[in-house]
């Protein structure tokens, strides 16, 4: 079902979504940022590469206020971005990539 590349693509987007979120920047910059280093990558790839960073701050952190603000944002950043996937594919682009989601955004103004 997934090729290797993808899968590897994966945790690639993985450990810079932690690296980024370790940064503390605001969501808009975080999503900004992991999109912009992964132009060629699937939107749902990278909604599933921040859902498995969000559980590993979950499991590394366990119940601490500041592992659960990390993983909140994750999990956030992730279902906005699977909101956006789901627009583009209702606007005709069948898998959109984080390069399709950058341009939306723009146009869009947000």
């Given at each position: 079902?997934?090729?290797a590349?993808?899968?590897?693509r ?22 900004d ?12 790839e ?7 960073a969000?559980?590993a ?10 592992g659960?603000?990390?993983q ?13 996937v789901?627009?583009?594919?209702r606007?005709g682009?069948?898998v ?6 950058l341009?939306?955004w723009?146009?869009e103004?947000?």
């Amino acid at each position: 079902m997934w090729g290797a590349m993808s899968l590897e693509r994966i945790d690639k987007i993985t450990e810079d979504a932690l690296e980024l979120q370790g940064l503390g920047l605001p969501d808009s910059n975080f999503m900004d940022r992991t999109l912009r280093r992964w132009p060629r990558a699937e939107g749902l790839e990278i909604c599933f590469a921040l859902t498995q960073a969000a559980a590993a701050v979950g499991r590394v952190f366990d119940q601490s206020a500041e592992g659960g603000q990390a993983q909140g944002q994750l999990y956030r950043a992730a279902a906005l971005l699977a909101a956006d996937v789901l627009a583009l594919q209702r606007l005709g682009i069948p898998v959109p990539r984080a390069a399709d989601i950058l341009q939306f955004w723009a146009e869009e103004g947000t």
